[in-house]
C-alpha cells in the first residue's frame, strides 16, 4: 500500500490530537526513521553515560556511597535496555543499533565524553546531567510514539533518586572540608556548560525539529528546555554556596528568566565530531566489552540450541497421545 | 584498634564481612563492560547483594566494638594484613568464564555456610544469614547455570570455562581449612566446622559440572593464608584503589 | 540471518505482589527461557517479592490488527511488531 498524502495527513491529524501511534500503525517512513534514531541514540547515551560514572565505583569513598553508585549506574542500564527494547518496535535490532554505535554511525549525548576526574564529578554529573536529562525525559513522556512514551514514564519514575544523589554529593562537599568544597566548585565548574549544551544549539540551527514537534515527537524546544533547567537550577548553586561559572548570569525581571552567557558551540561541534576529551576511550570500551564478550553470547545461543533440540528428541509425539 | 586481638566474634564478623566486601567490589568492576546489557545488570545485582551484605556484617561489628567504630572505618583503613577474607575472592576478574568459575566455587560455599549460619547460636549473626541466604540461592542458580551454559556451549566455551575452573580449583582448598578465627566461632557454635563443608560442597560442584559435561579439576592445593591476613598480591591493590579516596583526605568525611 | 551470538527477543510481563493480573513491561534478550526469566525479574522487578513473571518469545505472540475507525493501521499483518528477525526459521528445526 503506497503512502498517499492523505494517510500522511491523516497521520498529522492523529497525533495532533495526541493519540498515541503503537508499533502496528500505519506511520511516514521519516518517522519511524526518526524515532529509530532518536530512541536508539537516547539508548546508547544511557550505556556509554555508564561509563563515566561506573568509573568511580571502585574508589567510591564510602559503603552507602559506593551502593548508590552502583545502583545508580545499573539503573542506567535498564534504561537503556527499556529504550533498545522500544526502538526494536519499530523494526529494528539490538544488534544493528549496537554495531551502529560501534561504527560511529549513531551518536550518543556528547556529554559523557568529558572525563570524571574527582569524586565531585559524581555529584555534579548526578545533579546537573541527570538534571538536564530528567528536563527531556519528563518532556518525553507525553511523546506521540506509545512504546517511547511508556518508556519515558517508566524511566522518570526510578530517575527521581539520580538526581537527589548527585545534590546531596554536592552538599556534602559544600559544606565539608576546604579541599571539598573546592572540589565540588571545580567539578560544577567543569560540568555547568557541556550541561547547557545538552540539550542542543537552537532549533533554527537543526533541521529536524520541527518535523519532530510536527509530529509531537519533541514537545518544547531545546531553548526552552535549556532556559528551564538554568531557571530550576541557578537557586540549587546558591543553595550550595558555589559560583556559577558564567558572569553574566542574571535574573531578568521582565523576562521573568535567567540571562545567561554565550555557549561556545564550537567546543559542543568539536566533541560531537569525535574529538572531545574521552570520546575515543568511551567508544573503544564498549568495542571490547562487546567483542570480548561475544564467545559467552555464542556459547549461551549454542547451549540452548542443544537444550531444545534435546526437548525435541525426548518429548512424546504429542500427535500420538491426543488422537 | 587491635584487629587480630579483639573480640572473637567481631573476628568472625569480620571475616564474613570481608569476603563479601571483596567478592562484592570485585564484581562491581564488570559494571558497565559486560558481555550482553542483562548480564551486566546481573552482575551489578550480584555486587549489590554483597557488597550490602557486607555492610550488615562490619554495621554488627562496629556496633559490638562501640567506641565509635563504623562501617566505613573497618573497610577504608584496614591494611591488607587486617583483611581477613578467602584469598580466592581477591583474584581479579578475567574473562567471564573466570569470574564465573570464581564466583561457582564461592557461590556453593557461600550457601552451605549461611544454611549453617541461620542456625547460629549468635542470635545477630544468625538473621543476618537468614535474610542472605535467599539471595545467595539466587546466585549460586546463577552461577552454576553459567557454568553449564559455558562447559555445554561451544568448543570454545568448553575450552575456555576449562581453564578458568582449573585455575581457581587451587584457591578452593583454602575454604574447607579452619583458621583460629573459624575454630573460634565454630567451638562458640557461632559457626560451622568449614572442613565438614567439603564433602557437600564436592557433592554440589560434582553436580554441575556433570551437568556440563566437565571434569572435576585435580592438583594441588596452594599454601593460602588470607583468612590469617596474608594474601595474594591482588588485594595490596584492590585495597589501594577501593581506599584511596578517604586516605588521600583524612580529616574528611564523606 | 541471525548470527551466533544473537539472543532472540522476549516480552515480559509482570504481575505485582498485590496486583491482579500481568501487564506486559517490555522485552529482553535471553538464549532461553530460563535466562529470560532471571533477567526480567533483575530488570523489570528489580527482584522484589511476591511478583510473578511470564516470558514469551516476541515472535509467538499474535496480536489483533488495531481498529480500522480508531487508528491507522498496517494491513495483513498478525505479528505483534515489523521485527526484521521474527519470520527466521531456527536452525534445528530442520532437523527434526
Wanted: aromatic share 10%.
Amino acid at each position: 500500500m503506497a503512502p498517499s498524502i492523505d494517510m500522511e495527513a491523516r497521520f498529522l491529524d492523529y497525533v495532533s490530537a495526541e493519540n498515541k501511534v503503537e508499533p502496528k500503525d500505519w506511520m511516514p517512513d521519516a518517522y519511524r526513521k526518526t524515532l529509530v534514531r532518536q530512541i536508539s541514540q537516547h539508548a546508547h547515551s544511557e550505556i556509554v553515560g555508564m561509563l563515566p560514572e561506573a568509573n568511580w565505583i571502585t574508589r567510591a569513598p564510602s559503603l552507602r556511597a559506593k551502593l548508590i553508585l552502583l545502583a545508580k549506574v545499573q539503573d542506567e542500564a535498564g534504561h537503556g535496555l527499556y529504550l533498545y527494547s522500544s526502538a526494536e518496535t519499530l523494526g529494528t535490532s539490538r544488534d544493528q543499533m549496537i554495531n551502529d554505535l560501534h561504527t560511529g554511525k549513531a551518536k550518543y549525548s556528547s556529554i559523557f565524553n568529558y572525563p570524571t576526574l574527582t569524586w565531585a564529578d559524581m555529584g555534579a554529573v548526578g545533579w546537573l546531567v541527570d538534571g538536564a536529562a530528567i528536563q527531556n525525559q519528563v518532556m518525553l513522556c507525553r511523546t506521540s510514539y506509545g512504546p517511547y512514551s511508556r518508556a519515558m514514564v517508566r524511566i522518570c519514575k526510578e530517575e527521581s533518586f539520580h538526581q537527589r544523589q548527585g545534590y546531596e554529593i554536592m552538599m556534602h562537599l559544600a559544606r565539608g572540608t576546604k579541599e571539598q568544597k573546592a572540589m565540588a566548585q571545580d567539578a560544577l565548574n567543569r560540568w555547568w556548560w557541556p550541561s547547557l549544551m545538552m540539550f542542543g544549539p537552537s532549533d533554527d540551527q537543526s533541521p529536524n525539529s520541527a518535523q519532530s514537534m510536527a509530529w509531537r515527537i519533541k514537545r518544547k524546544s531545546n531553548d526552552e528546555l535549556r532556559q528551564e533547567f538554568i531557571d530550576k537550577t541557578v537557586p540549587q548553586a546558591e543553595f550550595l554556596g558555589l559560583t556559577l561559572p558564567d558572569p553574566d548570569l542574571k535574573w531578568n525581571e521582565e523576562r521573568g528568566h535567567y540571562d545567561f552567557g554565550p555557549i561556545d558551540w564550537a567546543e559542543f561541534f568539536a566533541v560531537v565530531a569525535g574529538n572531545g576529551p574521552c570520546n575515543t576511550e568511551r567508544l573503544e570500551a564498549r568495542r571490547s566489552a562487546h567483542a570480548e564478550g561475544a564467545w559467552v553470547r555464542e556459547a549461551a545461543t549454542a547451549y540452548a540450541a542443544k537444550q531444545a533440540a534435546r526437548r525435541a528428541a525426548t518429548a512424546p509425539t504429542a500427535k500420538a497421545s491426543a488422537a | 584498634m587491635k584487629w587480630d586481638t579483639c573480640d572473637a566474634s567481631v573476628q568472625y564478623l569480620l571475616h564474613l564481612g570481608d569476603d563479601a566486601l571483596i567478592l562484592g567490589h570485585r564484581l562491581s568492576e564488570w559494571c558497565g563492560h559486560g558481555p550482553i546489557l542483562e548480564e551486566d545488570i546481573a552482575l551489578s545485582n550480584l555486587a549489590l547483594d554483597l557488597v550490602g551484605l557486607a555492610r550488615q556484617y562490619y554495621q554488627l561489628a562496629a556496633q559490638r566494638i562501640g567506641d565509635g567504630m563504623t562501617e566505613d572505618r573497618i573497610a577504608y583503613w584496614r591494611s591488607d594484613r587486617e583483611f581477613r577474607n578467602h584469598v580466592l575472592v581477591e583474584q581479579p576478574n578475567g574473562d567471564f568464564g573466570d569470574t564465573m568459575a570464581r564466583q561457582f566455587y564461592f557461590d556453593a560455599f557461600h550457601f552451605l555456610q549461611l544454611e549453617a549460619l541461620q542456625h547460629s547460636s549468635d542470635i545477630e549473626l544468625a538473621a543476618i544469614a537468614r535474610k542472605a541466604i535467599k539471595e545467595t540461592t539466587y546466585h549460586a542458580q546463577h552461577s552454576s547455570e553459567w557454568i553449564v551454559r559455558l562447559g555445554d556451549g561451544t568448543d570454545e566455551s568448553r575450552a575456555r570455562i576449562t581453564a578458568s575452573l582449573a585455575r581457581f580449583w587451587p584457591f578452593t582448598s583454602e575454604l574447607f581449612e579452619p583458621s583460629s578465627v573459624d575454630r573460634a566461632a565454630h567451638a562458640a557454635g557461632w559457626g560451622p566446622d568449614v572442613a565438614s563443608l567439603r564433602g557437600p560442597w564436592l557433592d554440589l560442584v560434582h553436580e554441575v559440572l556433570h551437568q556440563a559435561g566437565l571434569q572435576l579439576p585435580e592438583g594441588p592445593a596452594k599454601l593460602l593464608r588470607g583468612k590469617s591476613g596474608i594474601h595474594s598480591e591482588s588485594l595490596g591493590f584492590l585495597l589501594a584503589e577501593m581506599q584511596s579516596l578517604p586516605r588521600a583526605y583524612p580529616d574528611a568525611t564523606w | 540471518m541471525s548470527t551466533p551470538d544473537q539472543w532472540p527477543l522476549w516480552e515480559v510481563f509482570v504481575r505485582s505482589k498485590n496486583g491482579l493480573s500481568h501487564k506486559h513491561s517490555g522485552s529482553l534478550h535471553a538464549p532461553d527461557a530460563e535466562m529470560a526469566l532471571k533477567n526480567a525479574r533483575d530488570v523489570y522487578t528489580r527482584r522484589s517479592e511476591g511478583t510473578s513473571i511470564w516470558v514469551v518469545p516476541s515472535s509467538a505472540i499474535v496480536a489483533s490488527a488495531p481498529d480500522e475507525k480508531e487508528v491507522l493501521f498496517a494491513p495483513s499483518d498478525d505479528k505483534v511488531y515489523r521485527h526484521p528477525t521474527f519470520y527466521e526459521i531456527p536452525d534445528e528445526v530442520g532437523h527434526m
